[in-house]
């Protein structure tokens, strides 16, 4: 697949989701529930002759087996408006949270592990929104990698209030 290809499959699955899937969503989202029966046909023959058509037809079966490969959409269709502002918060305050502290003026030395928490971090966030947004890959390596900042950021705070360094 081309990376053209690969973006019209993206805009198509917006241009579905934002038509025929969005308004039911609302505020709150449909969850992760899906139709059992059509994830039965989606497995076999019927389903299999549907994933290889092109357009409208294999964006509406991505959407409805919840593999929506658009982070918006996935956020929104599973948790609704209210999901989709919680999440950009959490996204907003941990960039904002790691990136501050990297970016400290009286920083002369930053630790390895913060630098790599911090790109980590970043990137994580950055791919979800531009490249592929899939919750499921992003919840798991993001809380680590946040854990890992936080817990630096905390040993280097401590370290410097309990060896201040001397002026003259």
Sequence with gaps: MSAESSNDFRTTIQKV??????????????????????????ASDIGT???????????????????????????????????LGAFVSLCLGSLLYVWRHILQPHTADIPAEQVWATALITQNIFSFFAVFGSIQNFIPPFCVFLAVAIQSFRTQRSQSVSHPESKA
């Design 49 to 83: 002759r549907q994933m290889e058509q092109s357009g409208e037809a294999q964006a509406k079966s991505y959407i409805i087996s919840r593999d929506h490969h658009v982070g918006w959409v996935a956020l929104h269709h599973v948790t609704g408006w209210a999901g």
């Design 17 to 42: 989701y934002k038509t025929d899937f969005m308004q039911k969503a609302g505020w709150l989202g449909e969850g992760y529930k899906f139709d059992a029966k059509y994830m039965a046909d989606r």
